[in-house]
């Protein structure tokens, strides 16, 4: 497989972890206060998720702009 598509599979799957997250947050929050001690765990999750998933995209670019 080519470097691009391997990237692409990865973003693919960080996109989906990350959505994942962001339900999980927004959960989170609809249901406040209930559970609100989880709230800087689960957004450093939802963080984390989010910038490996741009660190990801950013890469995937570079690799499709060398083409």
């Known amino acids: 497989m080519s470097?691009?598509?391997?990237?692409?599979q990865k973003v693919r799957k960080l996109q989906s972890r990350a959505a994942t997250a962001k339900m999980e947050l927004h959960d989170l929050a609809e249901d406040l206060p209930v559970n609100w001690p989880k709230i800087?765990?689960?957004?450093?999750?939802?963080?984390?998720?989010?910038?490996?998933?741009?660190?990801a995209k950013k890469e995937l670019?570079?690799?499709?702009?060398?083409?």
């Open 61 to 67: 670019a570079v690799l499709e702009d060398s083409r």
């Open 3 to 8: 470097d691009i598509v391997e990237q692409l």
């Open 40 to 55: 800087k765990t689960i957004a450093e999750k939802t963080f984390d998720a989010f910038a490996e998933l741009n660190a």
